[in-house]
């Protein structure tokens, strides 16, 4: 494939909400431009960008995937992006890397909730964007319904450039509102040219007349001139149009129909005419010092081949034929195949290999790439998503798109030996391609935890383990971290004394328990005074008590916030040694057991909730019913935020039902706050849970 200099490259990120049409578009417009011989279909798994099986078989898109074409001497990239809510979050980074958002809404449904959340996306990287109501060949499709809810979630400057002929099975062709013209489709989505219908005319003046007028605010010397003669002239309008599109004063919006292709070709026709190409922008701003190490002074670098090289890669794919391919977009410079470059992120150098452009999973060679185009590498050794990629003599840092927090955790575990030694490797694949995923290890319930957008996202992840890697995992809600602690102050009597015949075990202590503040922890004090215990010995008790605490007092989990006091003890010359002084200290800890009245401690979370607000009072019942304490609440845009504090075990099942008060447009994050008492009933259900599971061990032989 040939290079395209910038002003040549358009770079769509495509969103929208789930199931709105957004894959089957793209692929019609890839068989509309000759990108592809055959016309995908979303229906038979044939589709460009849906082409791993998970995606076919659940026919949803599951992560972003790339294709282009080339029409009128213009390079178009487009990045499918995820709409259902599983998913949602891997749209950010598409739209960090493209000049123009493509905001696919459903004819039939109009704007739905997961289409708000992406135009937020948009408003966070201030995309430009073009919205585009596709299936209106379908049931119930309502141009006029879509537009009306457009207007009413985002903004008057939503303005048709094509109305629709015909309606539902009848639709048949669009009327260009921008030079008032009108076509018809035929079934291989070739126009020709028709009348204006009469039926309708007053609306698509009332549309010309309101995208006249929106393009004459983007600009004040034309506000004035429509000011003086009341209208603009195409002379005016016409070259104005990109200008009003590219600084988010205007979003036109292209009535068709990814399944007969009516509308298409004018869809095209006006990206590659109006859509911002990379150097439209300002220059993007990265962050450079002396050694290059990205942690000091801020940089600017144009969309320019004759600036210095520099890319940012945006996404990274596991494929297991060609091993990882990072995507990246070219920012400043030009690159070619074998380049020697530098990835500031990692400190080191990388050698670019041959270069491509992807067509779903298929790998184009390119001889060049220059600024703003989108390419891909294959098989570099360290390179990951949010890497940064320059040349040495110019050292840049550009900032990584941050991911939300992981909605939901779940317990995995391998189903044999065989898995278990397979799952750390296959997980690591899986995790760089996927940066809304995590994987941790708990330290306290030694669990291995696959954290994600919600249970969907992490189930999607169980059955590529299975069917990519060979690895079966089972899943199961995550153990609540709970601990122990003290309430009461006792001072005991550790005597450990073992006599086998030859030389014996002697160890003997005094210690004062006492409860600490919460959070503070074990603190152990040392108040001998004289040599009742040798001073080589007295460590030897701390670590027995420590010890000890680990395994619980009353269900098994470690018992933390107490203080251990040691004021006396006795010894033998011969019989007393570390050891014995260590069984003492488990022992003296045995003993305060029965008199410091031990609770339990669960780990309460901070929770914010991001809802609409009509669904605050709710949501508000909600976390009341879960034991949660709201703490305030406040609007953020028209939305609101409710901040609680609620204990984990209460939370872990939170997303769905989430989505089931809000219609899935709610989001929430939470973090630990800090540790309080359980209840009396509910923690005696947590000892009888925990008496089932073993965790609560009798005295060992010492």
């Known amino acids: 494939m040939k290079a395209y200099p910038t002003d040549a490259i358009r770079n769509l990120a495509v969103i929208g909400h789930g199931d709105a049409g957004k894959t089957q578009l793209l692929s019609s417009l890839l068989y509309i431009a000759g990108a592809t011989p055959r016309w995908g279909h979303v229906d038979d798994g044939t589709t460009i960008t849906d082409y791993d099986e998970d995606s076919i078989a659940r026919r949803i898109t599951l992560n972003t995937a790339l294709a282009h074409l080339e029409s009128r001497d213009t390079k178009v990239n487009f990045i499918d992006t995820p709409g259902y809510v599983a998913f949602v979050a891997h749209a950010r980074p598409a739209l960090r890397v493209a000049d123009c958002a493509l905001v696919v809404v459903d004819g039939v449904n109009g704007v739905e909730v997961q289409t708000e959340k992406t135009w937020a996306y948009a408003n966070e990287f201030m995309v430009p964007r073009f919205m585009v109501v596709t299936k209106l060949d379908k049931e119930r499709a309502d141009f006029g319904h879509a537009l009306d809810t457009a207007r009413g979630t985002f903004s008057r400057a939503i303005v048709p450039f094509t109305l629709p002929i015909g309606k539902e099975r009848d639709f048949r062709g669009i009327v260009d509102v921008v030079h008032m013209k009108a076509y018809e489709f035929d079934e291989q989505g070739r126009a020709r ?55 988010s004063r205007l979003c036109p919006v292209f009535a068709v129909s990814g399944t007969t292709l009516v509308g298409l070709q004018a869809l095209l026709d006006g990206i590659i005419d109006y859509a911002p190409a990379p150097n439209a922008h300002e220059a993007e701003r990265g962050r450079v010092t002396a050694d290059g190490d990205g942690a000091g002074q801020e940089l600017l670098r144009r969309y320019e081949s004759s600036e210095p090289f520099s890319a940012y890669v945006f996404r990274t794919i596991a494929d297991p034929f060609a091993g990882r391919i990072n995507v990246m977009k070219v920012i400043s ?28 999973k298929l790998l184009e060679k390119m001889d060049e790439a220059n600024a703003g185009d989108i390419v891909a590498c294959v098989k570099l050794r360290e390179t990951q998503t949010g890497d940064t990629l320059c040349d040495k003599a110019a050292p840049i840092v550009y900032d990584p798109v941050e991911y939300p927090e992981a909605a939901i955790a779940f317990a995995i575990e391998p189903k044999s ?25 708990d330290a306290q319930t030694k669990e291995f935890l696959l954290s994600g957008s919600g249970q969907l996202h992490v189930e999607t992840v169980v059955e590529k383990l299975k069917k990519r890697y060979s690895v079966e995992v089972a899943l199961h809600p995550p153990k609540v971290p709970y601990k122990e602690t003290i309430t009461q102050r006792a001072e005991v009597q550790g005597r450990h004394k073992k006599q086998t015949g030859g030389r014996g075990q002697f160890g003997d202590c005094k210690v004062v328990f006492e409860p600490l503040p919460r959070g503070e922890g074990f603190k152990f004090e040392d108040k001998i005074f004289g040599g009742s215990v040798p001073q080589q010995f007295r460590p030897a008790i701390e670590k027995g008590i420590i010890e000890a605490a680990q395994g619980g007092a009353i269900a098994g989990y470690p018992l933390v916030d107490f203080k251990a006091v040691l004021i006396d003890g006795s010894y033998h010359t011969v019989d007393s040694d570390e050891h014995s002084f260590r069984a003492a200290g488990r022992k003296a800890f045995r003993a305060a057991i029965e008199k410091v009245k031990p609770t339990l401690l669960e780990p309460i979370m901070h929770v914010e909730v991001v809802a609409p607000q009509e669904a605050s009072g709710d949501i508000m019942g909600d976390l009341n019913s879960r034991r949660g304490r709201v703490q305030g609440m406040e609007m953020s845009g028209k939305n609101q935020v409710i901040k609680a504090q609620v204990p984990m075990s209460e939370m872990l099942n939170y997303q769905s039902t989430l989505n089931s008060i809000t219609a899935a447009r709610g989001t929430y994050h939470m973090e630990f706050s800090h540790y309080d008492p359980v209840p009396g009933q509910i923690a005696q259900k947590v000892v009888e849970q925990a008496r089932a599971e073993g965790r609560i061990r009798g005295e060992e032989e010492e």
Do not use: W
Not at 205 to 222: F, M
Not at 418 to 439: G, R, T, Y
């Open 333 to 360: 410079g030009h690159v070619r195949p074998d380049a020697v470059v530098l990835n500031p992120t990692r400190s080191m150098q990388e050698k670019l290999a041959a270069l491509h452009s992807m067509q779903g």
């Open 417 to 441: 030996r065989q898995d278990e030694e397979k799952i750390s490797v296959a997980l690591h694949k899986i995790l760089e391609e996927d940066q809304a995923l995590h994987f941790t290890r």
């Open 193 to 247: 040219p028709c009348e204006i219908p009469v039926d309708g005319r007053d609306v698509i003046n009332t549309e010309r007349e309101k995208l006249i007028e929106v393009v004459a605010e983007s600009d004040d010397a034309l506000l004035e001139k429509y000011f003086d003669q009341g209208t603009l002239e195409d002379a005016d309008l016409l070259p104005n149009i990109s200008r009003a599109i590219a600084s």
